[in-house]
């Protein structure tokens, strides 16, 4: 979507990580623009570098070299309070074990984000959206996975971000559950606009983006634009 | 392959160990903490024990004591015959004001006859320096230790005593201690005052021909064969000396000095097990906690390790193993630090009652009790945990545990009104989801906090009780000793002589009360009917009138009687024509100090068949002439002894706040560590189990404070809980001690003071702020990355 805004950019982008006595290049150059609205899936086997990337996007992680921006904010030199105030503002995570809190209910769980927020939706706004108005009062523990990564998707857009980063999103679900929760994703992507970006090793998931990456050893080996977004629903693996 | 099997386990132990250093480390203290309490008052209990007895043995210690008018000393032959008496020792002895340069209050002594032959049969002396005085010489004295040192008197110093209203120049040849003069307290006094009163013994001749006893004794003192009852001793020896004027014979329990010593080996047999007992379930609550988190978390491992073919029983074994090495740390700190403090406390109590040598006694067997109790308070607590390990399928295991389950809370249906964030709601339903924890917590806490409470509120209750005597109940500057009974024309004589502005008299004569088979030696104390400067107070410390007829008790004395208002009592008196009366209980009352029985004068002159007498007199005096009336009592004939109030008090307040430095010290340091035992643990556990949630947070923008205030306020609350439970538990606790404590030489009341509550919870405090200060700086380093990535 060229012509749209760029949310972010990398240039030289390279991480190493010090393993003991051995250097892992995890990432080796990575220049990338990413822009405002797009769903993009990032393809790549493990060890490519795409959950790194993803973590120095969401501001976990620093880069050993190069630069990363998030629109005027370059990421690359920012500091724990201010990658905290980022995080806070800016992003959503959705995480491949869903991370929520199991003391606290579906509803709770988005209103610990909401309340931190500076302008969010209702959580119960977050959950309907997501399919589970009427599972507002369950704890993690009375939720099946799918659901639980649904309370995590509606956790994750509940504070309106304008980035949404999601790590495996489905790598701890079935096939039947995966696909709605991709559907929860989508239709957040829709209806609020926020640039979306999943990571996964699992290439079918690739059909329902604007533009698929695909990561190996460290680098960009492809970027193709799909023509048309096929609805999640239609996916299978 | 058993072989490898075993080691590989090991390694895997010491590792852990290592990882979880922190903890076992604070588990092993509090473990040593109960160890060491329980061995120092052991190790010091039997060494006091074990020295007093060598001490006794050594020098002769007397079995039985006579006071007696004067008896000429061929009946000492007659003694000798006594069915069990194996040795005896006849003596003079007297009282004297001493004159001690650059020392201008009043001293007196005591003053104690050695035979020609230098030391005596029974209570032989402990000489530190010097020598013996020479038979020949009337002026050598030796004094006793406590004595020469708070004057720093040497051998070759003189001093002055007014012997029988005569002037004596005395010169020091000697310093000793003796068995019999351990704890020493000068007559109408209550408590030791080793600056005012002290102890001397002279030659034989030159005593008895001061005191006008020359062929004659007026104490005696003998040792009886342990086949013989000392009861029986006793008997023979009233019938033999009663018509020589004998105040009745007594035994080694009702000795002074011996009595006092027992009270306080008691109390150190108390500390020995209340204290380790608090400790042992602390240590074992904690241990309970940290392995069960430990097996938790371990839950693929052990899985693997049983699909490569370890038993149960070899899996069992090895948490066991891993419990049984950390209350092995703990046992060893323990023992270490329990025989080095017992070893200090005794030197100090050594020097405090000033025994020759103290004889160390640690027995292995106790070690071996100990650490025994040990292993089986550490196993006890692991049991369950452990045992789930063992019984784990393996299956079963390689599954991850399932996501905790909540609920929402009665607490929070409670709260329902209050607006919780949701923070705070994180830390009320974890708090709830394991109430059995979150007690335990609480009263590891509270148990910390009770024993600093305990070990600072003796403070306040020993400054209250010595108040309330010295300030409450006895309002004389001075109480000025008689030498014999005499009229109470001799007070209108003192109440004339210069800045003494008020006075009254009393009369006190040795007693044995008697009901049934119970008896107790004390004075009885007639007090004025109109008396300003004494008075018998209640236990609500309001002023008691006394009886016109009858006698009132304290309450303590009643009840080592068994006696109660209307009963009859038998008094024996054990002066002048030894009468024996019925008297009838009036009345009891409440003191804290000393044991007492108390009358009106004019009842008491009425019952003992004399006129208007007193022996003791209570002056108020101008402060500013204290000097001059110092010197005049003491050039004053028929004066004994004068005791200054605020003297009595100085030196006691001094006494009491060295003791007690050390004494509180010990106790916050206690209180200390299990504080910090119960809150590190419970930080470090909470932080592994929500490590998890609380990095989630983090990376969803949660800010460091703010994630912080989830696991801190967890111990917030667990504090504000604690505290105020450890306030009623170290309340009650006081009771105990305050009641195991009660001797003959005081009842300690119960007061804790705002003070002393603050102080016990600024140790838990500062406990928890150590505490909270690690779990601050792990928050720091929590891995964001791997929490994305981990699956619990």
């Not at chain 2, 402990?126 to 406590?146: N, W």
């Not at chain 2, 001799?490 to 009901?515: D, H």
């Not at chain 2, 009425?606 to 208007?612: K, Q, S």
């Not at chain 2, 309340?731 to 119960?750: D, S």
Request: with cysteine; net charge neutral; glycine share 8%.
């Amino acid at each position: 979507m060229p012509g749209q805004a760029v949310v972010f950019q990398t240039r030289g982008l390279t991480k190493v990580y010090e393993q003991g006595e051995v250097q892992v290049h995890a990432l080796r150059g990575i220049d990338l623009d990413l822009y405002a609205g797009e769903l993009v899936v990032m393809l790549g086997a493990s060890g490519s570098g795409k959950s790194t990337l993803l973590n120095i996007l969401g501001g976990l992680d620093v880069a050993t070299a190069g630069k990363v921006c998030y629109r005027d904010m370059e990421l690359s030199s920012a500091g724990d309070r201010e990658l905290t105030r980022y995080r806070r503002h800016h992003v959503g995570f959705v995480f491949q074990f869903y991370n929520l809190i199991p003391s606290l209910t579906a509803r709770e769980n988005v209103a610990a984000v909401t309340e931190i927020a500076e302008a969010p939706m209702a959580p119960e706004e977050a959950l309907d959206l997501v399919g589970l108005g009427n599972r507002m009062d369950h704890f993690p523990a009375q939720l099946s996975g799918g659901e639980q990564q649904r309370v995590a998707i509606a956790r994750a857009i509940a504070k309106c971000p304008e980035v949404l980063l999601c790590d495996e999103p489905t790598g701890a679900l079935d096939s039947a559950t995966g696909v709605l929760v991709l559907a929860a994703l989508d239709k957040a992507n829709r209806e609020t606009g926020t640039t979306t970006v999943i990571i996964t090793h699992n290439a079918s998931i690739a059909a329902m983006a604007d533009r698929v990456i695909t990561l190996s050893d460290g680098m960009i080996s492809g970027e193709r634009r799909n023509a048309e977004r096929q609805d999640p629903r239609t996916l299978s693996w | 392959m058993i072989g490898f099997r075993a080691s590989a386990l090991h390694t895997k132990l010491r590792r852990e160990i290592w990882q979880m250093r922190g903890q076992v480390l604070a588990i092993a203290l509090v473990i040593g903490g109960g160890v060491a309490v329980c061995l120092m008052s052991l190790v010091n209990y039997s060494s006091l024990q074990a020295t007093r007895a060598q001490y006794y043995q050594d020098h002769q210690f007397a079995d039985g004591f006579v006071s007696l008018k004067r008896a000429p000393r061929h009946v000492l032959q007659r003694v000798a015959q006594i069915p069990g008496v194996t040795r005896h020792s006849g003596r003079v002895e007297g009282t004297a004001k001493l004159e001690v340069a650059g020392f201008t209050d009043p001293v007196s002594a005591r003053l104690v006859s050695l035979p020609d032959a230098g030391q005596p049969e029974v209570n032989r002396l402990f000489l530190r320096q010097g020598r013996l005085p020479d038979p020949a010489r009337s002026d050598e004295i030796v004094v006793i230790g406590s004595f020469a040192e708070a004057h720093g008197l040497m051998p070759g110093d003189g001093l002055v005593a007014i012997i029988n209203g005569r002037r004596q120049p005395l010169r020091i040849v000697g310093i000793a201690e003796s068995p019999e003069f351990v704890y020493v307290i000068p007559p109408g006094g209550m408590l030791p005052d080793y600056q005012r009163y002290g102890v001397l013994w002279l030659a034989q001749e030159a005593l008895a021909a001061a005191m006008d006893m020359r062929g004659a004794f007026n104490s005696l003192v003998l040792r009886v064969d342990p086949a013989f009852a000392v009861a029986g001793v006793v008997d023979a020896l009233d019938r033999e000396l009663d018509r020589y004027g004998g105040t009745g014979a007594f035994g080694r329990e009702d000795q002074f000095s011996h009595r006092f010593l027992n009270d306080e080996l008691n109390q150190l047999k108390t500390m020995a097990t209340v204290f380790p007992l608090i400790f042992m379930s602390v240590a074992m609550f904690l241990l309970n906690v940290v392995i069960s988190r430990l097996i938790s978390t371990q839950r693929d491992i052990i899985a693997v390790l049983k699909a490569f073919g370890y038993s149960n029983r070899q899996i069992g074994w090895h948490y066991s193993q891993l419990v049984m090495l950390i209350a092995l740390i703990g046992l060893l700190i323990g023992v270490a630090s329990g025989i080095w403090l017992g070893n200090g406390l005794g030197e100090l109590y050594m020097e405090y009652y000033r025994f020759p040598a103290l004889l160390f006694r640690v027995n292995v067997w106790w070690v071996a009790v100990l650490a025994l109790i040990t292993f089986a308070v550490a196993l006890l607590a692991g049991w369950r945990a452990i045992r789930q390990a063992a019984m784990l399928p393996p299956a079963e295991a390689m599954q991850p545990e399932g996501p905790a389950r909540f609920r929402i809370s009665r607490i929070e249906r409670l709260l329902s009104g209050v607006r919780l964030s949701q923070p705070s709601r994180m830390i009320v339903r974890q708090l709830s989801r394991r109430p059995g924890r979150t007690l335990m917590s609480v009263l590891g806490i509270a148990m910390a906090t009770a024993i600093v409470l305990v070990g600072n509120f003796q403070f306040d209750s020993v400054s209250l009780m010595v108040h309330t005597q010295f300030a409450r109940i006895q309002q004389q500057d001075l109480a000025v000793t008689l030498t014999d009974p005499a009229s109470d024309a001799v007070l209108f004589g003192l109440v004339r002589q210069p800045g003494i502005r008020y006075g009254e008299g009393r009369r006190t004569v040795a007693v044995r009360l008697v009901n049934g088979h119970r008896q107790w030696r004390t004075a009885l104390t007639g007090i004025p009917l109109d008396a300003r400067l004494q008075h018998v107070v209640d236990a609500d410390l309001n002023n008691v009138s006394l009886p016109p007829d009858g006698v009132l008790l304290t309450d303590f004395l009643a009840r080592e009687l068994a006696i109660t208002t209307g009963d009859l009592l038998r008094v024996d008196v054990l002066e002048g024509d030894r009468r024996t009366l019925v008297i009838p209980v009036a009345g009891i009352t409440s003191e804290y100090l000393g044991v007492g029985a108390y009358m009106t004068r004019q009842a008491l002159n009425r019952v003992l068949g004399e006129g208007p007498v007193i022996n003791q007199a209570l002056l108020n005096v101008d402060a500013a002439q204290a000097g001059t009336i110092y010197r005049e009592l003491r050039e004053t004939p028929g004066v004994m002894a004068i005791n200054i109030r605020q003297a009595m008090l100085d030196s006691f307040y001094e006494t009491l706040a060295r003791t007690f430095l050390t004494f509180t010290f010990f106790n916050s340091l206690l209180g200390g560590i299990i504080a910090f035992g119960v809150i590190y643990n419970t930080v470090r556990i909470s932080l592994a189990e929500k490590g998890r949630e609380l990095a989630s947070l983090r990376v969803l923008g949660y800010s460091h404070p703010e994630v912080a205030h989830i696991l801190l306020g967890e111990l917030a609350i667990l504090l504000l809980l604690g505290i105020p439970a450890g306030w009623a538990i170290g309340n009650g606790l006081a009771l105990l001690i305050v009641t195991a404590m009660q001797t003959e030489l005081y009842r300690v009341p119960l007061t804790i003071t705002a003070q002393t509550l603050a102080f016990s919870a600024t140790v838990v405090f500062v406990s928890a702020l150590a505490s909270g200060a690690i779990a601050w700086w792990r928050l720091r380093g929590l891995d964001l990355v791997a929490v994305l990535k981990t699956r619990e």
